[in-house]
Structures are given as structure tokens and as C-alpha cells.
């Protein structure tokens, strides 16, 4: 045994001690086999979680989407062409959208491409203007990274649940990116192959003319396995912007402030009236 607690507790451990304590406090109450909303937020009470969370968490529950896994060999092996996740957060439509493709657009090296009730997709900017975002974030010391430039196309989807609170789905298009990696080792097994023949033309024992192939091969897999952290960066890059809309990233409805004259207004009321004034008439009151 060691001699007391850690110092410090990473995030891996804080969510399992969380898990398992909730999940010792809880058994402490008999829920048997089912439990209805009213009685998960009664337990909610006693274990000390506010209402408005599990309210939340229940209809995230309740209106969660399987998006399911790719199956296929090339899907096993390189990885998903698509990746996308999903949350239910508060507010309403109209504002978590906003707030979303404000974080997109200060956040990520996107534009938008198409904007519908519900409904936005973003496509990457490049070339000089990237240039320019990239430079920008550097000189300004910004140290959060840009996650979802790989992204052919991101789409979000935005459906409106009970009051106060909205489903977001969030996904990326990997499909060009992952095609380079599929590209680069279909070259390299080709590269490998055109060797063995040139070796069995020349007359090299079989044996040894397979060396090419298999060295083709083995390039080849290691280029298409550097896709899958790409992949699992971005999806990262999602949920990172649903994140932001959690904590704070959609702000409340509030009505804008009268709007106050500006100085041009000023300068010319007062010459109005200077020359009403002295034509004898009578100025604005």
C-alpha cells in the first residue's frame, strides 16, 4: 500500500473515482430494474446533483442518435471517412447556431459554406487567408490549436427539444484527406511491385524478388495507419466546439442598448440649429 492519496488526481482518475462514488451513493437507494424522471431527480437531490443537470443528461438520453461504426476492411484498417458526435445543450436554437459559428469562425480555419433554419456546414479557407489566421494566432500567442483543418466539409445540425434546450450534431468529412493517405500507399505497393518484376526480369531468384513487395506493403500500411490519430484529432476538434457551447459559449437573449448619437450627429444638430437661428427661424427643440 502506498503511504496516502496522490497529490494531484488527472482527469483519467477523476472521472473514474466520480463514477464509482456515484455509483456506491446510489446503490444505497433501491431503484430495482427501472426508474422514472421524477425519481431519478429525487435521487439526484439526495446524491446532490442539480435538477437541471440530469434534466439536461435525460433528454440528451432520450434523443441520442446511434451513429454507429463504419464496418468494412478499409474502415478497420485506415479508418472512418466521416467522424462525428453529438450533446443536447441550453438554450435555443437560433443562439446556440450563432454561438457555434461564431466559435467556428474565430476558432477553426473555416468559413461558412451554407446556412439553413437548423442546419450550417463550413468549408476551409486556404491559401493567403489561412496564411493570415495562422500568423495572426501566433503573434497574438493563441496556443489553442487548429483541430479540423483537415476537414473536407463540417456540418452541424441544430433540433430543438423542450424549452431551454437544443440537440446538437456535430460531423467532419474526412473523405479527401483520408483518399491522399489511401493515394500515397496504393503508390508505394505499385513502387514495390514495378521492382519484383524488374528483378524477375533480370533473372533474380523469386525469393529474392519478393523483397520489393512486401517492403511496398509495409510502407504502404504504415502511411494509411498515420490516418487513424488524424481522425481521432478531429473528432477531438468536434467535441472540443461542443464543449464551448457547454460552458458558457451561447450567451442569454438580451435586448440591445439605445443606440447613442454619434459625434458627426452631434456636430450637425448644432449647425442646424445655428442656422435656423440666424435666418430667423425657429430650431429643432
Keep these: 500500500m502506498t503511504g ?11 472521472e473514474r473515482i466520480l463514477q464509482r462514488a456515484t455509483e456506491l451513493q446510489a446503490a444505497e ?23 437541471r443537470y440530469l434534466q439536461q443528461a435525460m433528454l440528451e438520453e432520450r434523443s441520442r442518435v446511434e451513429l454507429g461504426t463504419p464496418s468494412g476492411i478499409l474502415n478497420s484498417i485506415v479508418g472512418p471517412r466521416n467522424v462525428s458526435t453529438q450533446r443536447v445543450v441550453q438554450g435555443d436554437v437560433e443562439r446556440v447556431q450563432l454561438a457555434l459559428m461564431t466559435y467556428m469562425e474565430e476558432q477553426e ?15 476551409p479557407i486556404g491559401g493567403f487567408q489561412a496564411a ?6 501566433a503573434v497574438s500567442g493563441g496556443k489553442r490549436p487548429y483541430m479540423l483543418a483537415k476537414a473536407r466539409s463540417v456540418h452541424a445540425t441544430f433540433t430543438a427539444l423542450e424549452a431551454g434546450y437544443v440537440h446538437v450534431t456535430v460531423a467532419a468529412d474526412l473523405g479527401g484527406t483520408r483518399s491522399g493517405y489511401l493515394g500515397g500507399a496504393a503508390a508505394l505497393g505499385s513502387v514495390g511491385i514495378a521492382g519484383a518484376i524488374i ?7 523469386p525469393v529474392i524478388a519478393i523483397a520489393p513487395v512486401a517492403l511496398g506493403a509495409g510502407l504502404g500500411y504504415g502511411t494509411v495507419r498515420q490516418y487513424q490519430p488524424l481522425a481521432e484529432r478531429t473528432l477531438l476538434g468536434l467535441e472540443r466546439a461542443l464543449d464551448h457551447l457547454e460552458q458558457g459559449g451561447v450567451k442569454p437573449r438580451h435586448e440591445l442598448p439605445p443606440r447613442a448619437p454619434s459625434l458627426t450627429n ?3 444638430e448644432e449647425i442646424r440649429k445655428a442656422i435656423a437661428k440666424s435666418s430667423g427661424g425657429k430650431g429643432p427643440k
Design 4 to 14: 496516502g492519496p496522490p497529490a494531484r488526481i488527472d482527469r483519467a482518475a477523476l
Design 29 to 51: 437507494h433501491d431503484v430495482g430494474e427501472n426508474i422514472s424522471p421524477d425519481e431519478l431527480i429525487t435521487l439526484g437531490r439526495d446524491v446532490g446533483i442539480p435538477a
Design 109 to 123: 480555419l473555416l468559413c461558412i459554406q451554407r446556412r439553413q433554419p437548423g442546419r450550417v456546414s463550413w468549408e
Design 132 to 137: 493570415i489566421r495562422r500568423s495572426t494566432a
Design 199 to 205: 528483378l524477375l526480369t533480370l533473372g533474380a531468384f
Design 266 to 268: 452631434l456636430i450637425g
